[in-house]
Structures are given as C-alpha cells and as structure tokens.
C-alpha cells in the first residue's frame, strides 16, 4: 500500500514561512508526478503546484513567486517552501502522487493544516 505522509503544517503570521514535506513509502517514486493542494473550509480542493518526475514545476497563479515546489528523488519526499504567506492561505494541505504512465493511477496523503493568522 502506498502511503505518503505529509507534515511541516501549523500555525504562522502573515509575511512568514512555513517547509512542508510529504514523505513517500512503497512507491517508485521518481515515476510519480507530485503536487500539493490545499482545501479550506467551504472550498473545493485547489491544486497548488505540480512538480513533474522531469522536475518541472508550475503553479496556481495566486501562489506565483511565493511558493517553491521541489522534490528529493533519494528521499522519496517533496517538499513545499511557502514564503509570504496571507490569510487567505490557510487550508488542510494534501499530498497527490501520479503514476507518469497511468494518471488514473493517484494517491493521497491525509493532509496538514496551515493557519496564516495574527
């Protein structure tokens, strides 16, 4: 069974920073596309930002130049660097792993919360 475990969430100010990581086991996981997304209360699940196994990033436009997607192939883990960060942030954030030849092929970690509050 493949499991990802994310972590890194909690509690920040406005403008602060906050690494999230989502550890993978029982995978391949350089054949994996990775993302993140985030749902806040009341929202639907948004997708964040998608690092390819060919380790090209994108991003959801409201998080452009704040949020940095990376991955470590030899530790199975990516990783979410959030700087200034905003209100507006705050969500359970979900780690998804795509299989690159089968993109029905998904799974899902249980999530972090991030609160951005003063």
């Known amino acids: 069974q493949v499991q990802l475990v994310e972590s890194g969430g909690g509690l920040v100010q406005p403008g602060g920073s906050l690494r999230l990581s989502c550890a993978a086991s029982?995978?391949?996981?350089?054949?994996?596309?990775m993302s993140w997304y985030r749902q806040a209360p009341g929202n639907q699940r948004e997708l964040v930002a998608t690092?390819?196994?060919?380790?090209?990033?994108t991003y959801v436009d409201s998080v452009k130049g704040r949020f940095t997607i990376s991955r470590d192939n030899t530790k199975n883990t990516v990783y979410l660097q959030m700087n200034s960060l905003k209100p507006e942030d705050s969500a359970v954030y979900y780690c998804n792993a795509k299989y690159a030849q089968n993109l029905s092929t998904e799974y899902w970690g249980r999530g972090t919360q991030v609160t951005v509050s003063s």
């Open positions: 029982r995978v391949t996981f350089s054949m994996y596309h």
């Open positions: 690092i390819s196994k060919y380790n090209t990033a």
